[in-house]
């Protein structure tokens, strides 16, 4: 029979493990493990093999367990993946689904910055929430080697099934294709916030991913929303992006990534982004147009935080709401640079308080010395008092100081 | 000799043995409990008469030097650990030993690094009986495993302080590697190719030991100056071609964490210092040379900048972060015990506010009084806490001795002892229900910084209070272990075999806890 093996193993490798599995013909199961914990949880391990293979049927079988520290749902996920590459099975050997994870978001929650996880990669998984991003992106796609795909499914599933976010937006970015497709199967139902969608470049792929959503919905009973952002990567995609953003009333906010997208146009990404400066536009844009928050394109220099912050700045006032971050210590950065300035919070801040006592007095036109303001208006400056207060620039009970 | 007798239940619960290497020994009574009586240790009488009258001391080798300060079976050689793992010295002691057909010597390091793993083949051999010190990773291993012939000995440095100072432990022979020398023995650790900033833990070992022999690679003619190291002290000096290795000397962590975990660790033990009111005008405080802990000293900078204060001393391992500190006048001193850099060493040289410092100022119990009591605050690690803040840092959770205490227990007299540890590393939950080796007593460690939350002694009401308010995420130390539980499973017990392999002091000399031999 085929040897299988999962996860990884070596020197650099922390909290995983690796998995070598062979089927045998006839015998009994036989387990090795080779565990750098083996004295506070070799028990425990052992049980849990021996659970998986019963729940699996599995009796003649050598499993051999390298491990570095994982956690549970790590070794649910590395035993499950190289089972089911072994034999044909529909069923899941699921964590627990922590209390804490059962949150769905609203549409317009902030997203102003966004944690890339590779899928595959648990010990970057585990203490991502605790920086507090406002989103954790598992990333299936271009984070995850081609051979390893298939087991990173199991991977993020037990994730969002075992693993605390704390608070964060759980979001799952697919693959392209058919194969995001499938990977829909493995994240649907186990309460994602927020699918991303790689490489858009037609309203018809946003469409035939909602489908699919839904039905996995429909089957498992699924009441929570499950929001899209689809990420433009190419020249057509940019052509497209009003399109694309109004092609699902999911969708609640679209990125740019220009790493391909400059690729597509045939040039470089600069620091000063004058090549991306239409796309940017273009993005901002649509995404205004069809009510939904522009999202930009990671900055890749993880050592250079005066460069992501002149970034951040740029990105804001081209009118982005928020960008992705591949390292937890851009997460802070961008916050402080996306936060609001004070002059932007003072104005806020009197347009707010003129709108609450317009309210309080049942009055439907809120003014503002002799001048009228707009809804939008409105709206966009309790934004940034909600903003400001997230950001603790603005104390919580500001209105009892002002005047 | 036996190893040691009975084991009897000390003051913290612990059993302990009352016979060490067939030596007397107390059990552990409580923090500032055993007051000793009598006279300090002495060294012999020298006569200045049976010195070379032209203050030429320099010996053909070391092995001359060693025969000629009368080496032979069941001494005790003392060395230095300031040249880190760049030592090229202390094995070369043994491997003479060895050639000698010398048995069962003591060694008695201020601590041990991965270079002197060979010496594992000497304790096998016989060469060498047993380590009083500290045995840190192969040689911890090794001890584990129970395969030293006598018992080890760990001490903090201000315990190895003591234990010279009260007789506790006689050294024989002190082998002091010396970075510049003068022939007279006047050392310094300042200049030279293997410059290591200062001696401090040779101090006691030069006034104490009965022979002293310095090694050095760069002789001067006299004075050699500074004279960290008393030419007045010394038998023989030796000179050879490299008695260290320079870019090991400096292995120290000396860059700044770039871990995101960490980095809040450290972001939250800083924030706490200054909502807490333990920064502030005139402070001091003491961070080890971790990636954790340096960069807890860069947002310390950053707060008293911020405030246009200044600390009054920083307490040094000191690096290049400390002496841009001193340097930039947010210290007004550094009180270094070791050099971790090369700046480190510059500054020693150079700036006279950077000052030299040994264990009898520092830590040392036998003194009126030592400063780390009134250090503002303390960073330290710790390998395991458990829920009454008893802390370890020689074991791991498998029960493996792998590091030395160093000043570790003497820091925890400090006013604020902070421990900013990973809730849990890979799988293993650093807070227990008890630790494996108890190192520290709970009531000297005042709070523990994990990345999912921040718990206070209960004993620091004080502390309780001043946080009551914080936007930190203050937790109960129960609440941190359930939650590492929660993630990583319950532990199981590790097993033991009953046979004790080591011995861990509290800083007065009496027997705080046994190390017991690992099962496999």
């Known amino acids: ?403 | 000799m036996n190893k040691y007798d009975k084991l009897v239940k000390n003051a913290a619960g612990r059993m302990v043995p009352t016979v060490i290497n067939g030596k007397p020994a107390i059990p552990y009574m409580g923090v500032g409990k055993y007051r000793p009586v009598g006279r300090k240790a002495a060294p012999f009488i020298a006569t200045t008469a049976d010195y070379p009258a032209d203050g030429n001391k320099v010996a053909e080798s070391l092995k001359d030097a060693l025969i000629k300060c009368g080496l032979k079976d069941g001494m005790t050689i003392s060395t230095h650990h300031h040249f880190r793992n760049g030592d090229l010295v202390a094995n070369q002691i043994f491997d003479i030993a060895h050639d000698m057909g010398i048995k069962d010597l003591m060694w008695f390091p201020s601590a041990s690094f991965p270079c002197h793993e060979s010496m594992t083949k000497y304790l096998e051999d016989g060469t060498i009986h047993h380590i009083e010190g500290s045995m840190n990773g192969a040689l911890g291993r090794f001890t584990s495993e129970g395969k030293m012939k006598g018992l080890g000995v760990l001490r903090s440095h201000g315990g190895r302080y003591q234990s010279v100072q009260d007789g506790e432990v006689h050294i024989d022979i002190a082998v002091i590697a010396a970075p510049t020398a003068d022939p007279f023995g006047n050392c310094n650790g300042v200049n030279g190719t293997a410059a290591c900033g200062l001696l401090g833990f040779a101090l006691a070992d030069s006034q104490y030991a009965d022979r002293v022999i310095i090694v050095t690679d760069h002789l001067v003619p006299f004075p050699c100056i500074p004279w960290q190291i008393h030419g007045n002290y010394v038998d023989y000096v030796v000179v050879q071609d490299k008695i260290g290795i320079p870019e090991k000397i400096i292995s120290g962590t000396t860059e700044i964490t770039k871990s995101p975990d960490r980095l809040l660790l450290a972001e939250w033990t800083a924030q706490f210092c200054d909502e807490a009111g333990i920064i502030h005008d005139g402070f001091s405080f003491q961070a080890g040379a971790g990636g954790t802990a340096l960069s807890i000293g860069i947002f310390f900078a950053d707060i008293l900048k911020k405030r246009g204060w200044k600390a009054r001393f920083a307490r040094g391992g000191s690096n290049k972060y400390l002496v841009n500190m001193l340097e930039e006048g947010l210290t007004d001193y550094i009180l270094d015990g070791q050099t971790f850099d090369l700046e480190g060493v510059r500054s020693m040289r150079e700036n006279p506010n950077h000052v030299n410092t040994s264990p009898f100022t520092s830590y040392n119990y036998h003194g009126k009084g030592n400063f780390a009591t009134f250090v503002d605050t303390v960073i330290l690690g710790a390998t395991e806490v458990d829920v009454n803040f008893n802390a370890n840092v020689v074991t791991h959770s498998d029960g493996y001795l792998l590091h030395g205490i160093g000043g570790w227990q003497n820091c925890l007299f400090s006013r604020c002892t902070i421990l900013p540890i990973p809730l849990f590393r890979d799988r293993i939950p650093v807070i227990r229900d008890e630790v494996t080796t108890l190192c520290g007593p709970g009531e000297l460690v005042d709070v523990i910084v994990t990345e999912r939350g921040i718990a206070i002694n209960p004993l620091r009401t004080d502390l309780i209070e001043k946080m009551k308010n914080s936007s930190l995420p203050i937790k109960t130390i129960a609440e941190l272990k359930s939650e590492a539980e929660a993630i990583c499973g319950v532990p199981e017990k590790p097993r033991f075999s009953d046979e004790v392999v080591a011995v861990v002091k509290w800083v007065d000399g009496t027997v705080l806890d046994s190390v017991y031999r690992v099962i496999n």
Request: proline share 4%.
């Open chain 1, 1 to 403: 029979m085929e040897v299988i093996t999962t996860g990884n193993k070596g020197k650099s490798v922390r909290s995983d493990c690796f998995v070598t599995l062979e089927l045998k013909e006839s015998g009994s199961n036989e387990f090795i493990l080779e565990s750098k914990v083996g004295v506070l949880y070799g028990n425990s391990i052992h049980k849990l093999v021996v659970e998986m293979l019963e729940f699996y049927g599995i009796r003649n079988a050598f499993l051999k367990i390298e491990d570095s520290g994982a956690l549970p749902f790590v070794l649910m996920a590395r035993i499950e993946a190289a089972i089911k590459k072994s034999i044909q099975s529909e069923k899941e050997f699921l964590p627990a689904m922590l209390a804490s994870n059962d949150y769905s978001t609203a549409k317009d929650r902030n997203r102003i910055s966004r944690l890339y996880l590779p899928g595959n990669t648990p010990s970057l998984m585990i203490n991502a929430g605790i920086h507090k991003p406002d989103g954790i992106i598992l990333d299936l796609e271009d984070a995850v080697a081609p051979d390893k795909k298939d087991e990173a499914r199991y991977l993020v599933r037990n994730a969002l099934r075992g693993l605390d976010f704390y608070g964060a937006e759980r979001m799952v970015r697919i693959n392209q294709g058919e194969r995001g497709l499938e990977d829909l199967e493995y994240v649907i139902p186990h309460n994602v916030n927020l699918i991303l969608l790689p490489k858009c470049e037609e309203p018809g792929q946003i469409e035939n991913v909602d489908q699919n959503i839904n039905l996995i919905k429909k089957k498992h009973k699924i009441k929570a929303p499950v929001w899209l952002m689809p990420i433009i990567e190419s020249a057509k995609g940019v052509i497209n992006s009003y399109a694309i953003a109004t092609s699902s009333p999911n969708i609640v906010a679209m990125a740019i990534g220009l790493e391909d997208y400059t690729a597509d146009l045939g040039t470089r990404r600069t620091t000063e982004g004058t090549e991306s400066f239409f796309a940017r536009c273009m993005v901002v844009n649509a995404c205004r147009a069809a009510g939904i928050q522009p999202i930009d394109s990671v900055f890749s220099d993880v050592g250079d935080s005066e460069g992501l912050r002149q970034n951040v700045l740029r990105s804001k006032s081209l009118g982005f709401d928020g960008m992705g971050c591949i390292h937890p210590r851009q997460i802070r950065i961008i916050h402080e640079a996306f936060a609001p300035e004070q002059d932007e919070i003072e104005k806020a801040k009197k347009i707010v308080f003129a709108f609450l006592k317009a309210e309080e007095q049942g009055l439907g036109v809120v003014s503002l010395g002799t001048k009228m303001i707009d809804p939008p208006v409105v709206k966009r400056a309790l934004n940034t008092i909600n903003m400001a207060i997230k950001m603790n620039k603005l104390s919580e009970n500001w209105r009892e100081s002002y005047e």
